[in-house]
């Protein structure tokens, strides 16, 4: 066993510090502030060949494994949880599902759009009664000739009003439940799409999520992803591999949670000291070290075994429901460790705590985390 | 066309400054980076790869951990690099390296129309003496402190930043520039570039691939051939703050002018 990264995965979290510092932390605050999309970073991280990394080659992308990726949320995530939410959800439920189920024609125009096409993509499973519970979708695709007609909306869409490439999921036979959800891959300037409401959010204000609403949605024929009634096994696997990115986020605000209250510690005296010297804030970090350190292995193994070929379920829930619970209780005593100051809005932490709540809901919530853990434990 | 940039290992002051009993900096226990002035060098090397497809070669001196740097200026979009490594180069100053550097980039070869790029200096040292004595050695035109670079077939413009102003000069290729911060905004590294650096080639020039050059004289290499001696290294006293004079008044500018009297400078 070796717990190495290689040297590859080594330059990517050198590259990613890097950017992170010269480019996401001086906006950090005032993305919060102003509920803004980080377009130009964004488009920085187009750039460098960020967004897509994990599409090989002959796509247009960089061939990086989900480690590589992983590191890149993580260390993202550390300044902007936003930007790193844009990014996990671009690579992990756009790209993803497109590289394992896209026939080879939708590979070359969908996967080359989403990486030097610099095209943001999104992933649209959720309805306003359709949450963990997938199967109650009403998102309908009807084929009439050469196309799909897609009528119904989805709620909650990261991405949702900037993305250009959305893969979506919608009903072809509603009376076969689960079995009769297929996949589509839609594009935002496809006749009958539009976008929604915005969200405002408790925290990751600066990750765009709207409803998206398609009337009359007409999607061609070839845009199906996999096979008619094969979306909801579609939808499960990429969020497999989406728990990953969202672990691995995080992983990052608590890290960053953790770097603040280090500094803040360090420097705030109270009673003749700096509050670091007191036991009672030395045994804090040492709890969350080892929480951070406990995700990070979590979320690295998961990356690790999925890289493998090997089926993830169970290690991807496990990183994502440990890591998220890791980030809002550390989060929550960052605020504390800065007291007074952490409720302001003059540190970063507040912002950290109200990002990291979110990490315990999308993507799955914990709960249903441990219904994939548990049933995978017990069997059926 | 080639590229050919001069890149320097340097301890990383911004974190852990770890100082000997001597006054030397203890290398051994601080992080390196790339010198940062060499990354603007590198990346002038690249923009002109960008706008001719000419070949970038970086080349450093220094222990084999070296590598990790040349790996990241591949990662950059370098396309070769040359890792100078060897014994009888140990303790080098700076007329030293000059001598090997210059010979290292004879080896790689310099024609006609290439152009060396150098940072102005480095931080450990802060001579800005090895860029112009390479160019001293190879016999070819010099240019520090560029600024801006402008290449038309074999003429170079460059336009440098000098403390009281610019100076916009041409030189003929082959021909070596330093560079400043002012010149450019170094790239990151690129996903591809990463995934694809460990694959491109670095070669190790030892002492003897070296050797026949007439620059490699050993009274000339190594910390035989350094007639450098440093007797005291020291950190310089803070400059005091400015003093600031609020105003737009006449009897803010009479204070002034007094002020500049006082210190002769008018």
């Given at each position: 066993m070796d717990f190495q990264l290689t040297r590859e995965q080594q330059l990517v979290r050198q590259m990613m510090r890097d950017?992170?510092?010269?480019?996401?932390?001086?906006?950090?605050?005032?993305?919060?502030?102003?509920?803004?999309?980080?377009?130009?970073?964004?488009e920085k991280l187009f750039d460098i060949g960020v967004m897509g990394m994990i599409v090989p080659e002959q796509y247009g992308g960089a061939g990086a494994d989900d480690t590589c990726s992983a590191i890149a949320i993580e260390e993202l995530s550390k300044q902007c949880a936003s930007t790193g939410d844009i990014l996990a959800t671009h690579n992990g439920l756009c790209c993803g599902p497109i590289m394992a189920n896209g026939t080879e024609e939708q590979k070359q125009k969908y996967l080359r759009m989403l990486t030097k096409g610099h095209k943001v993509g999104a992933f649209a499973l959720t309805e306003p009664d359709a949450g963990s519970d997938a199967a109650k979708g009403t998102c309908v695709a009807e084929l009439q000739g050469d196309h799909y007609v897609l009528n119904g909306s989805k709620i909650f869409i990261t991405n949702g009003y900037v993305a250009d490439v959305f893969v979506v999921f919608a009903m072809?036979?509603?009376?076969?439940?689960?079995?009769?959800?297929?996949?589509?891959?839609?594009?935002?300037?496809?006749?009958?799409?539009?976008?929604?409401?915005?969200?405002?959010?408790?925290?990751?204000?600066?990750?765009p999520t709207a409803e998206i609403v398609f009337t009359d949605c007409i999607v061609p024929k070839e845009n199906l992803l996999g096979a008619e009634g094969k979306g909801f096994k579609i939808a499960m696997q990429t969020l497999d591999g989406g728990r990953i990115g969202i672990a691995a986020q995080a992983l990052g605000i608590a890290e960053g949670a953790m770097e603040e209250s280090i500094k803040f510690a360090k420097t705030r005296e109270q009673f003749g000291r700096p509050i670091a010297k007191f036991q009672n804030t030395q045994f804090v970090f040492a709890d969350m070290h080892v929480a951070i350190e406990a995700a990070r292995l979590l979320t690295y193994k998961a990356a690790a075994v999925k890289a493998s070929g090997a089926r993830f379920t169970l290690e991807a829930a496990t990183a994502k429901l440990f890591a998220s619970e890791a980030a809002m209780k550390i989060t929550t005593k960052a605020v504390q460790i800065h007291g007074g100051y952490g409720y302001t809005k003059d540190y970063p932490v507040e912002r950290m705590m109200r990002d990291a709540k979110i990490t315990e809901i999308y993507e799955g919530t914990s709960e249903i985390q441990r219904v994939v853990i548990s049933g995978n434990i017990l069997g059926k | 066309?080639?590229?050919?940039?001069?890149?320097?290992?340097?301890?990383?002051?911004?974190?852990?400054?770890?100082?000997?009993?001597?006054?030397?900096?203890?290398?051994?226990?601080?992080?390196?980076?790339?010198?940062?002035?060499?990354?603007?060098?590198?990346?002038?090397a690249l923009k002109l790869k960008d706008e001719t497809g000419c070949k970038v070669v970086v080349i450093t001196m220094g222990p084999p951990p070296a590598e990790g740097m040349l790996r990241e200026l591949l990662a950059r979009g370098a396309d070769e690099a040359v890792l100078v490594s060897a014994r009888e180069f140990g303790g080098s100053d700076t007329f030293a390296t000059s001598q090997i550097l210059a010979a290292a980039v004879k080896k790689v070869g310099l024609e006609d129309d290439d152009i060396v790029f150098c940072g102005r200096q480095a931080i450990d040292g802060d001579t800005a003496q090895v860029g112009s004595q390479i160019a001293e050695k190879l016999g070819v035109p010099q240019i520090s402190y560029a600024a801006d670079i402008k290449k038309e077939g074999n003429t170079v413009t460059v336009k440098r930043m000098l403390e009281d102003g610019y100076m916009t000069i041409q030189a003929k290729t082959p021909c070596l520039l330093t560079c400043i911060k002012e010149l450019n905004a170094p790239r990151y590294m690129s996903l591809s570039g990463i995934m694809d650096c460990y694959a491109k080639p670095v070669a190790v020039y030892e002492y003897n691939p070296l050797q026949d050059d007439p620059l490699i004289d050993p009274p000339t290499i190594g910390l035989r051939g350094s007639p450098t001696n440093i007797f005291k290294s020291f950190t310089p006293p803070q400059k005091g703050k400015g003093k600031m004079l609020e105003g737009a008044d006449k009897a803010t500018c009479e204070t002034l002018a007094a002020e500049l009297l006082k210190k002769h400078i008018i």
């Open positions: 950017f992170t510092e010269n480019e996401v932390k001086p906006i950090a605050a005032e993305t919060d502030k102003t509920s803004t999309y980080p377009r130009d970073t964004i072809t036979d509603r009376s076969k439940g689960t079995k009769g959800i297929s996949a589509f891959i839609v594009e935002s300037s496809f006749p009958g799409f539009s976008v929604g409401k915005h969200e405002e959010k408790l925290g990751l204000h600066g990750s | 066309m080639k590229a050919i940039v001069c890149v320097k290992q340097v301890p990383d002051t911004s974190g852990k400054v770890a100082v000997n009993p001597d006054g030397t900096l203890n290398r051994a226990s601080m992080e390196t980076i790339t010198n940062p002035d060499d990354l603007n060098a590198v990346e002038a």
